[in-house]
Nanobody, 126 residues
Framework: EVQLVESGGGLVQAGGSLRLSCAASGFTFDDYAIGWFRQAPGKEREGVSCISSSDGSTYYADSVKGRFTISSDNAKNTVYLQMNSLKPEDTAVYYC???????????????????WGQGTQVTVSS
């Protein structure tokens, strides 16, 4: 059974930083990607950043490039999202997910991801 557990969310002032963690288990397939997605109230879920299991290639949404960094620790089966220079518009529930690796195509669409964590709230105050 695939399990994803996010942690690290919280309340931070604009300009601050947070690091999200996604502990993953139960994988039995190759060539997957792990992604971070977010959903703000009244908005669609959007891909924030994804990382490939096969070659470590990454994807970032334009809105977070230069501020967020995704990384993985294979020994711990954990993926991290370091978020710096946070803005109020980054406020959302952040989810990690496992799915088809399409990073080589330059995207990270939520519909390609089949397994999801429960989400962690990130709130950035102005």
């Amino acid at each position: 059974e695939v399990q994803l557990v996010e942690s690290g969310g919280g309340l931070v002032q604009a300009g601050g930083s947070l690091r999200l963690s996604c502990a993953a288990s139960g994988f039995t397939f190759d060539d997957y990607a792990i992604g971070w997605f977010r959903q703000a109230p009244g908005k669609e879920r959007e891909g924030v950043s994804c990382i490939s299991s096969s070659d470590g290639s990454t994807y970032y949404a334009d809105s977070v490039k230069g501020r967020f960094t995704i990384s993985s620790d294979n020994a711990k089966n954990t993926v991290y999202l370091q978020m710096n220079s946070l803005k109020p518009e980054d406020t959302a529930v952040y989810y990690c997910a496992v799915g088809l690796d399409t990073i080589g195509s330059g995207n990270c669409p939520a519909y390609e991801y089949d397994y999801w964590g429960q989400g962690t709230q990130v709130t950035v105050s102005s």
